[in-house]
């Protein structure tokens, strides 16, 4: 059966964050570093202050650097005032994305793929700043499940 993903184009306003960050090359984040970070995150939400949605965590992925990237997993805040021993806070600026779901029994690969397939199809050019995507997880979803669901959101420009 072909998997469809249902694109939409939204903007989303400057926000403030705070988490944790990771840095790791993509075999680092594919054996299990990113999920290790969600999980300790998951541990550790009762420290964050002022979360907005409480619901959803958001994982920042930023551009690649020497065969390696850069990813945040935080919780979007109404301050960053307080930051907990061992996170940061980072503010993401308004930007506009291609965004979709990713279901449960769908390839995460192929929602990627589809996606950028969209995205060019539509005439639109990725975004040329530092975030190059994010995603949205269900906060009580476990990290480590074989077949997780979660928004995709890819910055792109305007036209």
């Not at 279901?103 to 990725?126: C, E, T, V």
Request: charged share 25%.
């Amino acid at each position: 059966m072909e998997q469809r993903n249902e694109s939409t184009i939204i903007t989303k306003e400057s926000f403030q964050a705070v988490g944790l960050k990771w840095e790791g090359t993509f075999a680092e984040a594919g054996a299990g570093g990113i999920r290790a970070v969600h999980s300790e995150i998951n541990r550790r939400l009762q420290e964050i202050r002022h979360v907005l949605y409480p619901d959803t965590l958001l994982g920042l992925s930023y551009h690649i650097n020497e065969g390696g990237f850069t990813h945040y997993s935080v919780m979007e805040v109404e301050s960053a005032k307080h930051i907990p021993d061992g996170m940061v806070s980072i503010t993401v600026p308004t930007l506009t994305y291609a965004k979709c779901e990713h279901k449960k029994d769908q390839s995460i690969d192929l929602s990627y793929k589809n996606m950028y397939a969209w995205i060019a199809s539509q005439g639109y050019q990725l975004h040329k700043g530092e975030v190059t995507h994010y995603e949205e997880y269900p906060i009580h979803q476990d990290p480590y499940v074989k077949d997780p669901e979660f928004i995709i959101m890819i910055p792109i420009e305007n036209n």
